[in-house]
């Protein structure tokens, strides 16, 4: 069936000893999406992607990855997928193009096949003229486009990408993120996690909120916002080490607000109103800023923390 899904877990679990890392999730991701797992650290977002990605077995629950069953078709399974791991593998005393005909060859792809397709991938990484370059010397964002091309050798049929930007600075994750948006456009399925929601909201056209090993919530970026948030925020920060003091001082302009060490987040349908409202109440606050509700909202509104500390 061409739109059954490509990945199912019900229950999925994941123990190391007591510890139990993914407890009992629910997921289903379908041909040509882009779905994410969005958490904090140690959320359990690592150990699910390793479960899918064969590599690590379930303690729990079913999973099915292309139609598969993990434990028992680990190398079918494998042979589809494209796996980029949240540190970069490459083989740093080879070259570029190098590190993907390794990488062809090992999926057994003949060898005039591999060149050709890591032309392309090349042309793909923005990397063509680092073509022979070592790997070792190449920056962080280089190193880690030729990750995802290297995930793209054997043409999978979903990629996995285990936070694909961490430690890449802007400039480096917008390049990157422009890759995967052209690999969406192409209907490649990607699943990848992330704990930047700023991430999370460009790249995924549905996804999952992770927390302590649990699904919180799922839904479209905007499915979240519009459910867990108000469409606007305004922040203000008072002259005090306690904002919570501050709090009877706003009752009754935002639908919620939300105390944060250095600061209160007032949800509201009309920042600007409310914040008209805050200066008619003769409210002095250091500085008021109105801006759109994120998935960190949508975080903090779910779990009372956020997402990056
Ligand atoms: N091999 C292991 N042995 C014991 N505990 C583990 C192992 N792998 C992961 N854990 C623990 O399981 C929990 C979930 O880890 P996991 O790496 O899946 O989280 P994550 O959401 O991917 O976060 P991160 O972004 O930090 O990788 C963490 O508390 C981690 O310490």
């Not at 494998?78 to 999926?107: C, H, I, K, M």
């Not at 056209?205 to 519009?226: H, K, Y």
């Not at 109440?281 to 994120?294: I, W």
């Amino acid at each position: 069936m061409p739109d059954s899904p490509l990945i199912v877990a019900r229950g999925l679990v994941k123990r190391f000893g007591d510890f139990v890392a993914v407890d009992g999730i629910d997921v289903e991701v379908r041909p040509g999406e882009s779905f994410g797992f969005l958490g904090p650290n140690g959320a359990g977002k690592s150990s699910t992607m390793r479960m899918i990605g064969c590599v690590s077995p379930p303690s729990g629950g079913t999973l099915q990855v292309l139609g598969m069953d993990p434990a028992t078709d680990g190398p079918r399974i494998r042979a589809r997928l494209g796996v980029v791991p949240q540190r970069d593998s490459l083989d740093e005393e080879l070259t570029v193009e190098e590190n993907l005909w390794v990488y062809g060859r090992y999926f057994g792809l003949p060898r005039a096949v591999v060149q050709e397709r890591a032309k392309e991938l090349l042309e793909f990484a923005q990397l063509t003229d680092r073509a022979s370059s070592i790997v070792e010397p190449l920056s962080g964002g280089m190193k880690r486009r030729l990750t995802i091309a290297r995930g793209l050798v054997n043409t999978p049929d979903i990629l996995l990408l285990d936070e694909p930007t961490t430690g890449l600075d802007p400039q480096a994750r917008h390049v990157l993120w422009d890759r995967l948006f052209r690999l969406k456009r192409e209907g490649v399925t990607l699943v990848l996690t992330t704990h930047y929601m700023d991430e999370a909201e460009q790249l995924c056209d549905r996804l999952v909120v992770m927390d302590r090993g649990r699904i919180v919530a799922e839904g479209s970026p905007r499915e979240l916002i519009d459910t867990y948030s108000t469409r606007e925020v305004l922040e203000l920060r008072f002259d005090t080490d306690d904002h919570a003091h501050r709090l009877g001082d706003v009752d009754g302009i935002a639908d919620r607000v939300e105390v944060l060490a250095d600061r209160l987040l007032l949800y509201v349908r009309d920042g600007e109103a409310a914040h008209a409202e805050v200066l008619r109440r003769g409210l002095e606050p250091l500085s008021a800023l109105v801006r759109r509700a994120t998935l960190e909202d949508v975080f903090l509104h779910l779990t009372g923390r956020s997402l990056v500390d």
